[in-house]
């Protein structure tokens, strides 16, 4: 049967290690980078509210269907779809929702790749202790010049997209696994620090209660999409990453709890992120609504004045390129599988072709921050119409099919079996998630967006 099939992969080695590398892929620049500066930009409490509540309905449920997807034939997205497909007796073109996941991946990495240059280059400049004693204003000018720069992006933009590959290359359990073992622990300890500092500022309060005090006026229909849509980003759902990393999983363990423990560690991050910056943001009388840029002109600022700030800023910007790199190699990885066991490819060869393409997709991000910055199409550059195409349009249309693919064509007898929640109750609800709430909840919005609702 399907589900002892060996991957040609390799394995995790432990429960532990796919913990590890699944939310290694889930905590990114989701979290720390976009989290706050799209919360900021609609309004705070209330998209959070909407986003908590995505997480918990939809996130959680949909993580656990596409594990045991991806579990259950050990293959790519594509090749999985084909094979459940052909199981339940359905319709060939399901397998499109493995195409769309691959695109999805590779269209993300492109921008993902960008922002972790950023990172990267922010290391350097709290190394050279450029955040010293200067004030907001200077901080800023810091950030605009920076981007003004298309060479000097695509030059830590490149070096990001080699550093991914050369981890992708390696494989699982050499490459994926050991970059995180000692990653999480760190960004732990290190926002822990970073909060400890926020909560002496004056605008802690202010930060703390725009991120929980819901003011529902200010939500829209494109904000609920945004909030939706970020769930999916920040868990990776919706694009068959989570497949692939379920396809590297042994079958004696529990699905259910690993998805508990992944998506409430990446929850836990955002919001650590969240109360850091926006307690900066008020204290220094700055804009919430300050765009890509948020977190890189508040920041500094903390470590500017902060006891051991030069130390700590250093630190905080490698751990978060690290923490992108995490990611960037789960986003790619779809992608590569794909190439390695549809098309014959070498890993080497998947890579590169793959990589290549993400790479050259973020070169329009890029120049999106200079000299693109005027080009507009339905209003966004083209940073803002790439997230907005795979964020909110992307995986939750992925997230639905797979909800729907679960819910409603695959057999109920071999979900139940690859889940293996013990008790029965605990399959209705999950069921009862993935065949009416997700799917519904997705759509509702939708057609909220385009104004049918
Ligand atoms: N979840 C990642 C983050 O929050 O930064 C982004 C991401 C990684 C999305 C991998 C999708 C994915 F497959
Ligand atoms: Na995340």
């Not at 307690?279 to 300050?290: A, E, I, K, W, Y």
């Not at 910007?317 to 098309?343: G, N, R, Y």
């Amino acid at each position: 049967m399907a589900n002892v099939k060996k991957t040609i992969h390799g394995e995790w080695s432990s429960r532990f290690a796919f913990i590890l590398a699944a939310t290694g892929s889930a905590v990114g620049l989701g979290n720390i980078w976009k989290f706050p500066y799209i919360t900021g930009a609609n309004g705070g409490g209330a998209f959070v509210l909407v986003y908590l509540l995505c997480v918990a309905l939809i996130g959680i449920p949909l993580m656990m269907a596409e594990t045991m997807l991806g579990r259950r034939t050990r293959q790519d997205p594509i090749n999985t779809m084909e094979i459940l497909t052909e199981e339940a007796g359905a319709d060939k073109n399901w397998h499109y929702l493995g195409w769309m996941g691959v695109a999805a991946g590779v269209m993300i990495l492109s921008y993902y790749s960008v922002i972790a240059g950023w990172s990267t280059a922010y290391v350097l400049k709290a190394f050279t202790g450029s955040f010293f004693d200067a004030d907001p204003a200077v901080i800023k000018d810091i950030f605009d010049d920076f981007v003004s720069n298309p060479l000097r992006l695509t030059f830590w933009h490149s070096l990001f997209m080699i550093a991914t590959l050369l981890i992708v290359v390696r494989g699982v359990n050499n490459g994926l696994e050991q970059a995180v073992r000692y990653l999480m622990p760190s960004l732990f300890g290190l926002m822990i620090l970073l909060l400890g500092y926020a909560m002496t500022t004056s605008g802690y309060f202010d930060g703390f209660n725009f991120l929980f005090k819901p003011d529902f006026s200010k939500l829209t229909g494109d904000s609920v999409l945004t909030a939706m849509g970020q769930a999916f980003f920040t868990l990776s759902l919706g694009m068959g990453s989570v497949m692939v990393y379920g396809s590297y999983l042994s079958s004696d363990i529990s699905i259910a709890k690993t998805s508990i423990i992944i998506a409430a560690a990446d929850t836990f991050v955002a919001l650590l992120a969240g109360l850091i910056i926006f307690p900066l943001v008020f204290t220094h009388g700055l804009h919430p609504d300050s765009g890509p840029g948020l977190i890189f002109k508040t920041l500094p600022i903390a470590f500017g004045s902060m006891t051991g700030g030069w130390f700590f800023g250093v630190l905080f910007f490698i751990v978060l390129a690290i923490a992108a790199l995490t990611s960037s190699i789960a986003l790619i990885e779809p992608a590569v599988a794909w190439l390695v066991e549809s098309k014959g490819y070498s890993r080497e060869k998947a890579c590169t072709q793959a990589g290549l393409v993400a790479w050259a997709l973020g070169l329009g991000t890029v120049f999106s921050f200079n000299i693109w910055s005027d080009v507009k199409l339905f209003e966004r550059t083209f940073f803002d119409l790439i997230d907005y195409l795979t964020a909110n349009l992307m995986l939750p249309v992925g997230g639905f099919c797979i909800a729907v693919f679960c819910g409603w064509i695959m057999h109920p007898r071999h979900s139940e079996q690859e889940l293996n929640l013990g008790r029965p109750l605990w399959f209705k609800l999950w069921m009862l998630l993935v065949r009416y709430v997700a799917p519904l909840a997705v759509f509702l919005v939708f057609l909220h967006v385009v104004g049918v609702l």
